[in-house]
């Protein structure tokens, strides 16, 4: 004769799961999140599976769960379902999307299939003046655009995630230069010069602060280099952005008319070297006259200029 501390009795709870509706639910709405997540990783879309919703419907509708369920579940998945406070996110790169405007991308720092119940959103901050401001809040997403920087400046941005538990620690920041705004002649008003271009040449004018005489002038022009001298001290070096055509290089001396040109520059004597430079393949658009400056957003080019001359616009730059 058995007696009752010879037959093997359930757990309590574990009794309860195996008689209760609800529990039937939940380990059915398990298992096809499990092989949701397996299948494709589209948990964000199982309330849009049909019967989905009919079962949590229905898994509300018998009350509250037991204590250990959880416990009950993780044993059956071997994760634990819960959130934490967020990682510092990953890989943060930045491509320069218009004058104003750079776009940006990056990577979670857990796995949406393993942590799928973990939730967070992402701060974007831009450095101004030394401080680092909010720019934009992404929800979940790992990408977006920054909007309202200006024409020509350099950025730091970063990203860091957070959630109702806390935050993480921002990303190293990464930096650039927007596109230069462009002028008159399909190029852009540097320090110093001015550059342009058209389908065959490019073009570029330096003021002078003094007049000086084509004697004093020494240019070389190599297929991927340039320098200019003016009365002994170099004015202008560097690497091409493009390939040049060295042997049909010409180069004058102009006067600046500011009431004819409308040209504002500042401390100029009149006087401004113009240089046009062949390039080597036409319609080849060049984004900056030397590597490492700033670029031009070449889907602007429109090739308006038509000659050498001065052209019409506010330079705002200092002679040389």
Partial sequence: METISDVDVPHPTVANALISPQIGLYIIYSLLTFLVIIFGSLLPFVSYIP????????????????????EYVQLVFGEKITSHVPR?????????????????????????VKEYAHKEEYVVETCMDGKW???????????????????????QI???????????????????????????????????YQWGQSTQEVYVKIPLKKKVRAAEISIR???????????????????????????????????IEDENDNVKMKDHSGQQLSIIIPKLVDRINWCNLFEGEPKIDVKDIVYQCKYLGTWKGDLGVKGI
């Fill in 158 to 192: 970063r990203v860091f995630a957070r959630n109702e538990l806390g935050q993480s620690a921002p990303t190293p920041p990464v930096s650039g230069t927007t596109f230069m705004p462009l002028n008159s002649m399909d190029g852009a008003n540097m320090d110093g």
């Fill in 51 to 70: 019967g989905m919703v009919k079962i949590r419907q229905l898994m509300l509708a018998y009350g509250p769960l037991p204590e250990d369920f959880i």
């Fill in 221 to 255: 022009l190599l297929p991927l280099q340039l320098t200019i001298e003016i009365s002994g001290k170099i004015v202008l070096k560097g690497s091409l952005c493009g390939t040049s055509s060295p042997n049909d290089i010409l180069w004058d001396l102009e006067d």
């Fill in 133 to 155: 401001l909010q720019a934009a809040c992404v929800n979940e997403f790992t990408q977006c655009v920054v909007d309202g920087l200006k024409p020509g400046s350099d950025f």
């Fill in 88 to 112: 510092m996110p990953r890989n943060l790169k930045a491509q320069i999307k218009s004058k104003t405007e750079v776009s940006l991308l990056w990577s979670a720092s857990y796995s949406a």
